[in-house]
Structures are given as C-alpha cells and as structure tokens.
C-alpha cells in the first residue's frame, strides 16, 4: 500500500492521474499487495484496504449524513475526511466515521480545497446548499475526484453546464442525488411510459411542494420572539429590511459558524439564522425555493419515463406568487409553470395548485401512470396488480438501480456511467431554472434546447448565470 502510494504520487505529479486512475491503469487495484496486514486484507468482512475506494465528505447538514451513513455501509469505501464550516457539524461527522469504524482516522477539514488536494481521496460526496454546489463539484473535478453530487445540479444553468464540462473534461464519474430513479415504483412507472404502454404522450404533470417548511426548526422560534415587535408578523416571507422585525432578526452569527465562507459566492448579507442551515432554500441568495428544491426529482422522473435524459422544452411560461423581495423567505411558495416539449408534449410544474398531483402524471392516448415517493396508479388496471412488467412488455429496459450509492461506487470501479449523471442531471434542472426566470420576468420564453440559449430576450438570458462574490471564481 505504501510503496504504491508513494509510486503512484510521484507518478501523478507528472501525469494528472488520481491514486484510483493509476491503480486501474496499472492493474494494481487487482492485486493485493503481501505487506498489507490480515485485517486490511479483508478478514473483517471489507474488502482489502487497497482495493476500497477512499472517499471525503462535505456537508454534514440534512443530506450529507444519510449519504454518508449509505458509504459508511458499503464494504468496498473507506471515508477518511469530512469537511464543514460549521464545528457542530464536523465534529458530528468525524464522530459518526470514527465509530463506525472504530478508529480515529477521519481527519476534519474547514476550507474544502484543503480536503480535494488530498491525493489519496479517490472519490467525494457534496451535500453543501446549491449556491456551492458549482465551486466544490469543479474544485473535485479539477483534483481528479468521481463525485457524488447533490440536487439540482447547480444554482444557475451555465454552473450547471460548467459541472457538465468538468465531469466531461476531466473523465470523471458523476451521481447526482436524484435517488428515485433508484428505487423500484419510479422505475417501473417509467418504464411504462417509455414501452408505450399508455400509447403517444401528450401531457405530463409534475407536482411539486408549495409555501416555505421550517425544516430546521429556526423559523418558529424566531416568530414567537417577534411577536412583541410593532407589527409582529404572522410570517417570514414578511419580513423587511428596514422594519422593527428585521431589526429584531439580524444577529451576530454563531462562533462555531464561519458564516462568511458559508455565504461564498453569494451575496453577503446580514446573519438571520432562519435562513442559514436548512432554510436557506427560501431565500433566492443561497437557494431557489421549492421549484429548484423539488425539479431535481419529480422532472428527473418524467424526462425519464419521456427519454428526454438529454432533452427539454422550447417554449417555457412561468407565473409565481413572490414575498416581497427582499422579505427573510422570498421564494415563490405557489408557481405554475406550462412547458412546450418535442413531439407535441404539454407539461405543467407547479406547486400549490390542487390541479397537479405531487409526484409526477404521464398521460397518453390509452392511459395515464402517476408515481409519487410511495404511491403508483394507473388507468390501466392491470398495472395497478403488478410490480414489475413482465419481461416480454420491457422492449426497453430502463438502467436499474436499487441503491443510488452503492451503483456509484460500481460505477466508480467500472468506469461506466451512473444512473444519474452529470448531463442527465442538468437537463432535468433546466426546466426549472427557466420556469423561474420566465416566472421573475414575467414573460414567455423560447429556448434553443440543442444551443442551450435563451431566444430574443437579453434580459431572460442575463439570468442564465449569475455574479460571484469576490474572491470566488468558477473556473473548470
Ligand atoms: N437528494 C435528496 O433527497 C436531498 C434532500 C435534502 C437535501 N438535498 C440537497 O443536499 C444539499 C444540502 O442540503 P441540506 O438540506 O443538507 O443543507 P444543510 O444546510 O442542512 O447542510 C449543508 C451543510 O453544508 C455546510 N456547508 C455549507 N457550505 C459549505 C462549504 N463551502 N464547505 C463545507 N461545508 C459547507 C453547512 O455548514 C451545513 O452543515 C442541497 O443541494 C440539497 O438540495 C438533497
């Protein structure tokens, strides 16, 4: 192990090539070195040390330790780094790795460059809010990492599309989060529609959450506290700069949390916890509310059952209801979003209109199929008696995965692509970024979906990317 670290770090230094790349060229990673000790060698039930894919975490928040806990299960991954900018939860997920392991040797990393620069790291799971998800994902490309990344891919389509050229640039294995495609009613629902089994497709309808949802439990709290303000609000959406209420939220932000880094290339803005850890995904400055929240899952479905993986809409019409703009929690919580998509496709994203069911609805001329996170139904009854089509129906066989990490790790082995990567994960984003352009400028849009452009309007076409705060700066 050490001799063929040592050879492969030299080697890299000339050539670019991660521990991983090096060991599959060379066709080391078969064969287990005779100084690795017994336990290393797999007598625990792991597979040998040198052999395990060697994995950092960042992003210890509401995802990134359920990712975690999925590798720390899997016998062929060893995670030895995690990463965070806040104490609490580093410390948190050094402690979950080290007793999983019964060791010591997770090592804490604050600035998430330090973690990439690691030449032993093969492979990294990011699990940061969207407006990271651009400057992380490229910083692990760049160091020569397969990256499991989260939803959507990016905060804005051209950080998507530099994510899409890196993982190509730089050969990489990509997995985004977008785990339904992993679980079995979601397959079969797409299978399905992809068989024409509800004959031609004409309309889909893709369901999504409404309103603002206290996941972290810092909202509440933080309305009970300005209840003797003048004014007091009912709500968070509310909430403006200027007003005893604001006043009242703003505060020092807590010593364990860097919260300048934590704003990276975002603008900075006074500290109100309510819209830090977890709800950051209310305030368009960080995050993009639950459109963006949500696309990344129930459009991933629906492009899927379409076979539209690398396809989208040309014509986009977004209407929202905005919380003033500059109000704590400021994302739209009721939008609906109609979409023009080849072959004579209608689709309708919306969230908060009882019209659209949650999940995502396929509707063709002999039928329609809805699936939803537990729950599958068709018009067609004898879809609704089985689980799985009959192996003469599966003219086309869609990609089957039944656990999301564990197909990323096979796939970081086999070379062969996951079952959501990079490009797949880009294109179901889209249809969500342009609703929530169309939506912010109020008009109508065409889209260029081969070209990736925005058609005859600057101004739409101005919010495909958006400004970095200095020093940041996305480079692939
Ligand atoms: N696939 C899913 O079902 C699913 C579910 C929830 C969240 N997510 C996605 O996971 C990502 C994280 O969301 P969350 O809800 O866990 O957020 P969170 O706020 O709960 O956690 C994010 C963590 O990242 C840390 N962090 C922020 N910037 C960092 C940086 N530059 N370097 C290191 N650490 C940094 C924060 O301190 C925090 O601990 C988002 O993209 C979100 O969309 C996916």
Same mark, same amino acid.
């Given at each position: 192990?050490?001799?063929i ?13 991660? %521990? ?17 000790? #017994? ?21 210890w ?28 939860? !580093? ?9 999983? @392991?019964?060791?010591? /040797?997770?090592?804490? @990393? ?35 990492? /397969? ?14 599309? #530099? ?45 999504l ?18 209840? /003797?303000?003048?004014? #007091? ?14 006043n ?8 364990? !949390?860097?919260y ?33 929240d ?11 059952? !379409? ?25 739209s ?16 994203? #919306?969230?908060? @209109? ?10 063709? /001329?002999q039928?329609?199929v ?42 970081? %082995? ?18 969500g ?10 008009r ?21 990317? %958006? ?7 996305l480079?692939?």
């Amino acid at each position: 192990m050490v001799n063929i670290q040592r050879h492969m770090n030299q080697s890299s230094k000339q050539s670019g090539l991660t %521990r991983r790349h090096f060991l599959a060229a060379t066709g080391l990673a078969a064969v287990a070195p005779t100084f690795i000790p #017994a336990s290393a060698l797999g007598a625990n039930g792991k597979a040998p040390a040198s052999e395990r894919i060697v994995m950092g975490v960042v992003g210890w928040g509401m995802q990134g330790p359920g990712n975690t806990a999925a590798f720390l299960n899997e016998k062929d991954c060893q995670v030895v780094a995690a990463c965070d900018l806040d104490t609490r939860h !580093l410390g948190a997920a050094v402690n979950t790795v080290n007793s999983k @392991y019964g060791n010591k /040797d997770c090592r804490p @990393y604050h600035d998430f460059r330090e973690l990439m620069a690691r030449t032993d790291i093969d492979a990294v799971m990011l699990a940061v809010p969207d407006t990271w998800h651009a400057l992380v994902a490229t910083e692990a490309l760049r160091n020569g990492k /397969d990256v499991y990344g989260e939803k959507p891919l990016a905060r804005t389509i051209a950080e998507q599309q #530099a994510i899409v050229k890196a993982v190509k640039k730089y050969n990489a294995i990509w997995q985004t989060g977008s785990w339904q495609r992993s679980v079995e009613n979601f397959h079969y629902a797409a299978e399905i529609v992809r068989n024409g089994l509800i004959g031609k497709i004409s309309r889909v309808e893709v369901g999504l959450p409404s309103g603002h949802y206290d996941f972290a439990g810092t909202g509440g709290p933080l309305l009970k506290r300005l209840a /003797d303000v003048p004014g #007091a609000p009912k709500d968070l959406a509310q909430v403006v700069p200027g007003t005893p209420a604001w006043n009242a939220a703003v505060t020092q932000p807590p010593p364990e !949390l860097d919260y300048d880094f934590w704003t990276g290339p975002s603008q900075m803005e006074p500290y109100i916890e309510a819209r830090v850890h977890m709800n950051w995904r209310w305030n368009y400055n960080v995050g993009g509310g639950q459109l963006l929240d949500w696309i990344g899952h129930h459009c991933d479905i629906a492009h899927w059952g !379409l076979g539209f993986d690398d396809n989208g809409p040309h014509e986009i019409d977004g209407n929202g209801e905005f919380p003033p703009k500059n109000a704590i929690w400021n994302t739209s919580p009721k939008y609906r979003i109609e979409l023009e998509y080849p072959d004579n496709i209608h689709m309708t994203i #919306a969230g908060g @209109y009882s019209d659209i069911r949650s999940g995502t609805k396929w509707i063709g /001329d002999q039928g329609w199929v809805w699936v939803d996170r537990g729950g599958f139904q068709s018009s067609i009854q004898k879809f609704n008696d089985m689980s799985r089509l009959p192996e003469d129906l599966r003219k086309v066989k869609l990609y089957y995965s039944r656990n999301h990490q564990h197909n990323f790790l096979e796939c970081v %082995r086999s070379r062969k692509p996951t079952i959501a990567p990079a490009s797949t994960a880009h294109h179901s984003a889209t249809p969500g970024h342009l609703g929530l352009i169309s939506m912010l400028t109020g008009r109508k849009l065409r889209w260029d979906v081969k070209k990736e452009e925005i058609l005859g309007d600057k101004e739409a076409s101005k919010l495909l990317s %958006r400004p970095f705060r200095a020093p940041w700066k996305l480079t692939v």
